[in-house]
């Protein structure tokens, strides 16, 4: 079974600043994990995918994560923080590739960018 | 234009009514799946289907109903509306690189 923690509910950065977005996770399986945005009135966009190839994982719009299997966590970071990376942001993990519904995705965190 | 569209963007019914919102992907992805998203339960398994023609319960699937007679479509059914199905809805479809989810349906039931 696979599950997904994601601390914290809230972010708040300055523009400019490191961005840090926790993920923990829980896999019975080797897992394959998942970063989404979701922006005000859209759906979900893919922001990068681990897929056991590399530890880290760079995605769309300049962010980027590592797995550590020893911490079982996949953190998204960003160097600088900009006002249009304001969003929700997604974790979600699963135990295989395929197309199978067995995506489960974290709680969320909404990431707060002060000017 | 490619990808995964939903309509109506925005709906109100009411109470009672039967309400149907429509999945359309130009891609001929195999998986599709409906979500829900609702403030405190993220995001929300309603119904997914595995190909044309054969489709599955996800966790809140009741009140819902769902049919894929073409591999691109796949439209969501309410059969009679209730205020707890107040919410914006998610369709998506999937291939090894990810899912791809729709713009949403922000429905609101009266």
């Known amino acids: 079974a696979q599950s997904v923690t994601q601390l914290g509910s809230h972010v708040s950065v300055s523009e400019g600043a490191l961005v840090l977005l926790r993920c923990n996770y829980s896999s019975s399986v080797p897992p394959y994990l998942f970063w989404y945005v979701q922006y005000p009135n859209q759906g979900l966009q893919l922001l990068l995918k681990y897929t056991s190839a590399a530890t880290l994982v760079k995605g769309i719009n300049g962010f980027e994560a590592e797995f550590k299997k020893s911490e079982t966590s996949f953190h998204l970071t960003k160097p600088s923080a900009h006002m249009s990376d304001a969003a929700e942001y997604f974790c979600?993990?699963?135990?295989?590739?395929?197309?199978?519904?067995?995506?489960?995705f974290g709680s969320g965190t909404r990431l707060l960018v002060r000017p | 234009d490619a990808g995964i569209t939903q309509s109506p963007r925005y709906k109100i019914t009411e109470t009672g009514r039967q309400v149907t919102l429509m999945c359309h992907q130009t891609?001929?992805?195999?998986?599709m799946f409906w979500y829900r998203q609702d403030l405190g339960h993220g995001l929300r398994l309603i119904y997914y289907s595995a190909a044309a023609d054969i489709t599955d319960k996800g966790e809140v699937s009741d009140g819902y109903v769902v049919s894929r007679s073409k591999t691109e479509n796949f439209p969501l059914t309410l059969e009679s509306a209730t205020r707890s199905q107040t919410s914006v809805y998610f369709c998506?479809?999937?291939?090894?690189?990810?899912?791809?989810f729709g713009p949403g349906t922000r429905l609101t039931v009266t």
């Open positions: 979600a993990v699963s135990g295989d590739m395929d197309s199978s519904y067995k995506l489960i």
């Open positions: 998506a479809s999937n291939d090894r690189g990810g899912r791809y």
């Open positions: 891609w001929s992805h195999s998986y």
